[in-house]
């Protein structure tokens, strides 16, 4: 069974530009989650989808967005990039929503650098 | 604001040694995970605990879920190399759905 697909692995952006990130879950997994992780921070959850819409959302600004496909894959993005922004990106899937009768699988992640 | 403090944050240590790391918080979980994150790739889970005063063994990995379900601890014996990585816990406070999670314990096991 293939793991979770995350694409690009390595971005480098300019302050100002908007980036897409791609994840493909798990076959017949239907929950995605974003997390964002920094050294300093840890993992910071940004948003999760389920069935297409949007179930849950951390504290992050209206520049990050992300959707949900009917065959469950996801995409991120995020505009006007910071250099604060500059991390590495991490998708999870679960078969349901997050929970403890549901446990991530994550990707290997999209490392985002912004300049 | 829910916080779940890991210590120690940094671990060096020698293969063969023991070693126990620790995940406290104020607040009750129903359940708690552990993954455990190697360079260049994404956290995988290696236990989660449901049950207060619950212990879980993986190989030389044991578990523990404090009997309050505020705290759990990780304890390894005859730490291998192949051990190395950054161990994360993350608390599921049950309602709102998102996990808790600490910024991990960065164990690096030298041959």
């Known amino acids: 069974k293939a793991g979770v697909t995350q694409t690009p692995r390595y971005l480098i952006k300019t302050r100002g530009q908007q980036v897409t990130l791609s994840c493909s879950p798990i076959?017949?997994?239907?929950?995605v989650s974003w997390y964002q992780q920094t050294p300093g921070q840890g993992l910071q959850f940004l948003f999760e989808?389920?069935?297409?819409?949007?179930?849950n959302k951390g504290n992050f600004p209206g520049r990050f967005s992300g959707r949900q496909f009917s065959n469950s894959r996801s995409e991120m993005n995020v505009s006007t990039l910071e250099l604060g922004d500059s991390a590495l990106y991490l998708c999870?899937?679960?078969?349901?929503?997050?929970?403890?009768?549901?446990?991530?699988?994550f990707g290997n992640g999209t490392r985002l650098t912004v300049t | 604001t829910q916080l779940l403090e890991q210590s120690p944050q940094f671990l060096s240590i020698q293969e063969g040694e023991n070693l126990t790391v620790y995940c406290n918080s104020s607040?009750?979980?129903?359940?708690l995970q552990w993954y455990r994150q190697e360079p260049g790739e994404g956290p995988v889970l290696l236990v989660t605990v449901v049950t207060g005063g619950e212990v879980k063994k993986l190989k030389r990995l044991t578990f523990q879920f404090g009997d309050a379900r505020k705290d759990s601890s990780l304890h390894i014996t005859a730490a291998q190399p192949g051990d190395t990585g950054l161990y994360l816990c993350?608390?599921?406070?049950?309602?709102?759905?998102?996990?808790?999670w600490g910024l991990g314990t960065s164990l690096a096991v030298n041959p």
């Open positions: 989808y389920f069935s297409e819409t949007q179930r």
């Open positions: 607040s009750v979980f129903s359940s």
């Open positions: 993350a608390g599921n406070a049950g309602n709102n759905r998102k996990l808790i």
């Open positions: 076959s017949g997994h239907r929950s």
């Open positions: 999870a899937s679960s078969v349901g929503l997050t929970g403890y009768n549901s446990p991530l699988h």
